[in-house]
């Protein structure tokens, strides 16, 4: 009743809120701006109570301050883009400037007042830009006395404690990039890293996963609160999470962010869309390229296969501009991406292992193999309203729908009977309401989000054969339709009337509602093995072969998992001008949700039953396990406190030491900890075949029979013998904390001509990953699984093994970050962007599981997977003679860690070993193993004015086709006979590359 309530309330507030100033104070700085500065009189004196007036050269709309006793003024609540900044003194004196800001800067222009105002000219150090707009090298600095700068100076933030890249409208256009998601560019920012697979898109910084990121679009979360956690939407799937052409640019932020942030423990994107003007804008595009613009690949010439097919076109286009002049505008866009292509299904199987599969199973391995097409389709809207009535107030009315079919999960030993086709829906509305007052400037903000994931089996009737290393057959075992939908209040009121001091506090209020229909093992899973897997090596008549299936899986309920969740988020932030050159940053964040671990959940009888009868350790206590539906408290201890420092040591922006610390929460997602409900709704079965029915591992088995090898009959040999196809027990812990990442950084910012120069380094502590232990070890749970004792008692209360929930996975990052940033301008024809990263990630434990060592602890310190640690990206836009323009997005990394299993003594766990794997160094003669040089050749034509142009561009990606190896082996064996060696990390091994081979892309836009 109170979530219904709360939902009411949310409809009530975005109808009234035009009536009244909301103080229901959370997204500041997420999709808004600030300028702060100096006034001054030519000789340098403080200018008090001067007028400062911004306004919008789109809009027309003003934004006005008046400098205090010291001289100094602040202008928030800003929306990205130009502004026509005047400031007049009390005699007259006046300063103007057009200057360009970007989302999410702090950005400082000191005003100088002159008497008489000279002629239009370019300030010392400033260039026009492409625009005609003029850029102050290495940042926003003093203007000189007397001159009026009446074109766009893009600022430069430099007095921030954040560690933080802006990629601007410019590079999003110029730059070369393989599909048209903007996410691709948040690896220009150091410690980011954008992962372009085909078939699943998104981004991570440092040692965290990717489930630790956030992104807001507008100030709109678009956090996955179901399963992987990141960005709704983005879970393998190789589709955008928003338009590109809706988005006017970005921010990303790694590190010392300030507390109006919420509910990541990394990296932060957030971005603002177009919006209308007073001139009418649009755009329409579109871009090819298909197999025959594309090399074949390494790959696919070593196994003789031939080219598969490849097809991707992406269009759209875009409209702008007033319906009521100064007053109400609109933007609208439209973008399709279609995509086909053709993945190859071929085993990875020994000669001896597919011949058993094919005289076991009376199928021939050439029924499967083979390239099958990929389909994707993907169409994504948007539209917004913006009303500006006056000075005080900006309304945004907005709505976005992103959706996608991708048909997928089929390749190398899948075969494509067993492809699902992945369903995704995002939808968004936004109401958004901005009031500037005098002193203060309150933003109010009321969202809601609809995820639907939706990935159906193209043969849901048939069952699924897993032969292992040789097939996967049938199909997909799984259907499932997950459902998100967040209802968000937020406000943001800042006070600038206080002297020095840029005071913040805002709150945040959300209801998620979630539903889980997860139809998993409808039709049963058979997974067959070869060799002595019951550790009885002289016994040859309890081995497996593909005679019969070793296990098999059956779902056993069929029923709907419901949840509600209120989140409640408060911060306050004091930006406080210790003295005119050093900065301190102070804030604080405290988060609560209501029902984040199921918190109403009643552990049946048997569950607490069978916890009870399991030994206590260290770090098991059964009593923390077994819920009464009213035990379980929501975690109040989120307290996030964030400080900052920025250091401007001449006062002119050319040397700014800058550091902080802070901490930072994320939040579980709704799976992990829902799971044990989902399994006492929908328990799997879990059977265990043999030839003789002997045990297995200390396992019972059951003699197999082929008349196990349909739903029904697995169905049957329950009714006989209850013991067979029990469920596991999954408990969560009553106090599991959210994970939370500790955060330090210390660097500097200097200017160097017309580049600027940043050095810092990072380190990140990251607590409290939730992940599953066994509960049934041996030697009172401190010895290798499992206790035949133990799981004979939890079998006879109907379970097959007991898994306890577990808040103990830990990541450490240490970082050295170096940037060198020139921005492109018109007059010097150029522009470079370099970023480096010299990086260490390291984790314990493994990841969802963690069942090889008593506790993640017991794995001690490891590389992440993914772990690199040198990284370069390199973007670049140069002017070339006859009006061409040539830029380039390069990337060249050390290597990628990825797990090796060490078998040696043995498969269960426990018995294995993990270590850690690098690829061999194959590019840029040894020096790198990871190397993409995307370029563009791109060519402008005026059509009908000078406000319009035709572009057409050719994109070489891969351009010299470097081979990005992946997918080598990750296991061996000394015991095994013969001996399973681990093969070298090279070409002749790798069973798949990071990126595509050499293609060519065409594209062509026209926008006026």
Not at 12 to 29: F, I
Not at 441 to 467: K, Q, R
Request: aromatic share 10%.
């Amino acid at each position: 009743m109170r979530n219904q309530a709360f939902r009411l309330a949310l409809a009530g507030a975005t109808m009234l809120a035009s009536g009244t100033v909301a103080v229901t104070p959370a997204a500041a700085q997420t999709s808004t701006a600030t300028l702060r500065g100096q006034v001054r009189d030519g000789a340098g004196a403080a200018v008090a109570r001067a007028s400062v007036t911004v306004t919008s050269t789109g809009t027309n709309q003003a934004y006005r301050a008046t400098s205090a006793a010291n001289g100094s003024y602040v202008v928030n609540g800003l929306r990205p883009g130009q502004y026509r900044i005047v400031a007049t003194g009390g005699d007259g004196a006046r300063f103007e400037r057009v200057v360009t800001i970007a989302i999410g800067q702090s950005a400082t222009v000191d005003i100088v007042l002159a008497a008489a105002p000279a002629q239009p000219s370019a300030a010392p150090g400033q260039q026009p830009d492409a625009s005609g707009a003029e850029v102050t090298a290495g940042g926003a600095g003093e203007a000189a006395p007397g001159d009026i700068v009446v074109t766009g100076t893009r600022l430069a933030e430099t007095r921030t404690s954040e560690i933080a890249t802006n990629v601007s409208q410019e590079q999003i256009r110029t730059l070369p990039q393989t599909d048209r998601n903007f996410l691709s560019f948040a690896a220009l920012a150091p410690g980011v890293k954008y992962n372009d697979s085909e078939t699943d898109k998104g981004f991570r910084s440092g040692a965290a996963t990717a489930s630790q990121v956030n992104v807001f679009i507008d100030g709109v979360s678009l956090k996955n609160k179901l399963r992987e956690g990141g960005v709704a939407g983005q879970q393998n799937s190789r589709g955008n999470p928003f338009g590109q052409l809706a988005v006017q640019e970005f921010r990303v932020l790694t590190q010392n962010y300030k507390a109006e942030y919420e509910q990541a423990g990394s990296a932060i994107i957030t971005s603002v869309t177009k919006s209308g003007t007073n001139e009418f804008h649009g755009e329409v595009f579109g871009q090819y390229t298909d197999k025959s613009l594309t090399e074949k690949s390494y790959i696919d010439r070593r196994e003789g296969r031939a080219k598969p097919d490849f097809e991707r076109k992406q269009y759209g286009a875009s409209l702008g501009g007033p319906i009521i002049k100064d007053k109400l505008f609109f933007f609208a866009a439209y973008e399709g991406n279609d995509q086909d292509r053709a993945f190859n299904v071929q085993s990875t199987g020994s000669a001896a292992a597919i011949e058993e599969f094919e005289r076991f199973s009376g199928r021939r391995l050439s029924e499967f193999e083979g390239a099958f097409v990929s389909p994707f389709r993907s169409d994504f809207y948007f539209g917004k309203l913006t009303l500006t009535p006056d000075a005080q107030n900006t309304f945004d009315f907005s709505f976005s729908r992103r959706d996608e079919t991708d048909i997928q999960n089929f390749g190398d030993n899948v075969s494509y009977e067993n492809a699902e086709n992945k369903r995704n829906r995002v939808d968004t509305y936004l109401y958004k309401w901005t009031h500037a007052g005098e002193g203060f400037t309150n933003e109010f903000n009321a969202n809601y989000l609809n995820y639907t994931f939706n990935p159906v089996s193209l043969n849901p009737d048939l069952p699924t054969f897993d032969y292992g290393n040789v097939i996967v057959f049938g199909g997909k075992d799984s259907t499932r339709k997950e459902t998100q939908t967040s209802y968000t209040l937020r406000d943001d009121l800042t006070v600038t009337a206080v002297e020095n001091h840029v005071f913040k506090f805002g709150a945040r209020v959300e209801v998620t509602d979630i539903e889980f229909i997860n139809n998993a093992y409808l039709q049963p899973r058979y997974t067959f093995a070869r060799g002595d897997n019951a550790g009885t090596p002289d016994d040859p008549s309890d081995d497996l072969s593909f005679a019969f299936p070793s296990e098999a899986r059956l779902g056993l309920g069929n029923g709907r998992v419901r949840g509600s969740n209120t989140q409640f988020g408060i911060y306050v932030q004091d930006d406080w001008d210790i003295t005119e050159t050093l900065e301190l940053n102070l804030g604080v964040r405290w988060d609560v949700e209501s029902n984040a671990k199921n918190n109403g959940f009643i552990t049946p009888p048997n569950a607490a039953a069978a916890l009870r009868s399991l030994p206590a350790t260290d770090y098991f206590n059964p009593e923390d396990y077994i819920s009464t539906g009213s035990n379980r408290r929501a975690f109040k201890g989120a307290i996030a406190p964030r400080v900052g420092f920025s250091w401007d040591i001449k006062n002119d922006q050319s040397t700014v030491i800058f550091g902080g610390a802070g901490r930072y929460y994320d939040r579980n997602n709704f799976n992990n900890t829902v799971d044990e409900l989902s399994r006492t709704i929908n328990p799997v079965g879990l059977f265990r075949f043999s030839p003789n029915g002997t045990p297995r591992n200390g396992q019972p088995t059951t003699a197999w029979d082929p008349r196990y090898l349909t739903r029904d009959g697995l169905l049957s040999l329950i009714s006989t013998n209850p013991e067979t196809g029990l469920p596991e027990l999954l408990a969560t812990k009553n106090n599991t904390k959210p994970p939370v990442n500790d955060q330090v950084s210390l660097g500097v910012r200097q200017r160097v001509g017309d580049f600027r120069v940043s050095l810092s380094g990072s380190y990140q502590r990251g607590r409290n990953g939730y992940t599953y232990l066994f509960a049934t070890r041996q030697n009172g749970g401190t010895g290798p699984c499992c206790d035949n004792a133990l799981l004979t008692n939890v079998r006879a209360l109907g379970y097959q093994q007991v898994l306890i929930g577990y808040d103990g996975l830990d990541t450490r990052y240490k970082a050295l970050f170096l940037t060198i940033d020139k921005d492109y301008t018109r007059a010097s024809g150029w522009g470079v962007n370099i970023a480096y990263t010299l990086g260490k990630g390291e984790k314990n434990g493994g990841d969802l599981f963690s069942l090889d060592a008593v506790t993640p602890d017991g794995y001690g310190w490891r590389p992440t997977v993914g772990d690199e640690r040198h990284r370069v990206v390199l973007s670049g836009i140069v002017d070339l003679p006859l009006g061409f323009q040539f830029s380039t997005l390069t990337t060249l990394g050390s290597g990628e860690a990825y797990n090796i299993t060490d078998e040696t003594n043995g498969t269960q766990p426990g018995q294995r070993v993990f270590r850690t794997g690098y690829p061999e160094k194959n590019c840029i003669k040894g020096v790198f193993a990871f190397c993409e040089v995307n370029l563009t050749l791109a060519k402008k034509f005026r059509v009908i004015g000078p406000d319009d142009n035709l572009e057409f561009a050719v994109d070489v990606l891969n351009a010299f086709n470097n081979k990005n190896f992946a997918g080598f082996d990750e296991a061996l064996n000394l015991s095994a006979t013969p001996p399973d060696l681990l093969e070298a990390p090279n070409a002749a091994n790798a069973q798949r590359l990071l990126t595509l081979p050499r293609r060519i892309q065409f594209r062509v836009g026209y926008r006026f």
